[in-house]
């Protein structure tokens, strides 16, 4: 069995970051017989300087072929003045809409040689490991009618909080999918005390288990008490899955219970194809860094993550996702550090293709 995989390292660190991963896929071929069919294609500003458009056509038809897309970042300075249509961050958003990425999956992991990096205090995060899943594609990001109008004389601004009930369900099967190949316990926040939308969000995400997913633990939780139960105690969860409003906020207060910007994975799913894998799109939370890029100073380790959620999640390999973020640990705890972790008390900080090389050395044991 082999692994599709397309790369597309884009703009700025994020060539550099990715030829960080580059080398721990070859690393699994080599030592794991893992095999993967990589092939790479351009996105962004790179992909614009080349033919015009920030994804073209081509690569769109293969990332829609393959198992999963790894994507490094995307935009820069160079391309800040160019027409909306044609923005680096166009292609980004091609990807997303057309492969139907419906389910945006941010882990907050904290690493324990990291933990005093947390907006928050050691014993509370110490070992944290959750998974904000948050849809995507639907939500009051989009619902119609949405516009400003007049009304009485006056303006106002409208927006519209819609969610079908098919939209749910699935957001809702993603979350109990990935809560299997976890501790298993899923908690859904809405506000159904106010909303209507709320009150269809809690009935079908509680009838999505109670007929599928029963042996997944199942709790409900309003969305303003998950943000407080986040910062009061944030191990309590595994996965929490919301809708894209609330998940945009709680995903974002979640990020800074880790830390640094150069550490954060995510994933964006799709619906399973034939084969039973979901469309996939990972990626760092971070973007270009146009400030540092070039320079060998980029932290790999985001982007490293993002492809150890690839193998956990599209190519069902727990062992070498384990693995992978076992090593990362490793490298962490023996105080290995790009200039980004670097604490007040200072340091000498490694660069990028170190970090990747230390972290190639603790897989290999
Ligand atoms: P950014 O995430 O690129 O950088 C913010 C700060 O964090 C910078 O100081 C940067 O040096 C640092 N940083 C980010 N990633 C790092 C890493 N791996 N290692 C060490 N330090 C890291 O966000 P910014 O500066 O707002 O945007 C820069 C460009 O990136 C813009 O063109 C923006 O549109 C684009 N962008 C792209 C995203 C994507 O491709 N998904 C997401 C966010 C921004
Ligand atoms: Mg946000």
């Not at 501790?183 to 599928?212: F, P, T, Y």
Request: glycine fraction near 10%.
């Amino acid at each position: 069995d082999s692994y599709s995989l397309l790369i597309l390292p884009g703009d700025g660190i994020g060539p550099e970051v990715m030829a960080e991963v580059r080398k721990v896929i070859d690393w699994f071929q080599a030592n794991r017989g893992m095999r993967f069919d990589v092939s790479e294609g351009l996105v962004g500003g790179a992909a614009y300087d080349a033919h015009g458009a920030p994804l073209s056509d081509e690569t769109m038809a293969q990332a829609q072929a393959v198992d999963a897309v790894l994507l490094g970042a995307v935009g820069g300075p160079k391309y800040d003045n160019l027409d909306f249509s044609v923005k680096p961050e166009r292609g980004l958003l091609r990807l997303r809409k057309e492969m139907d990425l419906f389910a945006n999956l941010r882990p907050a992991q904290c690493f324990d040689a990291l933990a005093d990096f947390s907006s928050l205090k050691r014993d509370v995060v110490a070992g944290l490991d959750i998974l904000i899943v948050r849809e995507l594609t639907s939500g009051v990001y989009f619902g119609e009618p949405r516009g400003i109008f007049t009304e009485n004389g006056e303006r106002v601004g409208i927006n519209t909080q819609r969610y079908t009930e098919s939209e749910i369900a699935r957001v809702a099967r993603a979350a109990f999918d990935l809560a299997r190949k976890r501790a298993g316990r899923v908690c859904s926040m809405e506000k159904a005390n106010v909303m209507e939308s709320g009150i269809l969000w809690r009935e079908v995400v509680q009838k999505i288990h109670d007929e599928e997913y029963a042996d997944v633990e199942l709790s409900h939780m309003y969305a303003d008490n998950g943000a407080m139960q986040l910062v009061r105690n944030p191990r309590q969860f595994d996965v929490i899955v919301t809708d894209n409003l609330f998940g945009d906020i709680l995903s974002d207060a979640a990020a800074m219970l880790t830390g640094s910007l150069g550490m954060l994975p995510s994933a964006s799913l799709g619906a399973p194809a034939a084969n039973g894998r979901p469309k996939a799109l990972y990626e760092p939370v971070h973007g270009s860094a146009p400030d540092i890029a070039g320079q060998g100073k980029a932290n790999p380790i985001a982007c490293i993550l993002s492809f150890a959620m690839a193998l956990r999640y599209s190519f069902a390999e727990a062992q070498a996702a384990d693995d992978l973020e076992a090593a990362v640990e490793k490298v962490l705890a023996e105080g290995a550090r790009t200039a980004d972790l670097m604490g007040p008390e200072g340091g000498t900080p490694i660069s990028t293709s170190a970090m990747g090389d230390r972290i190639i050395a603790a897989l290999a044991g």
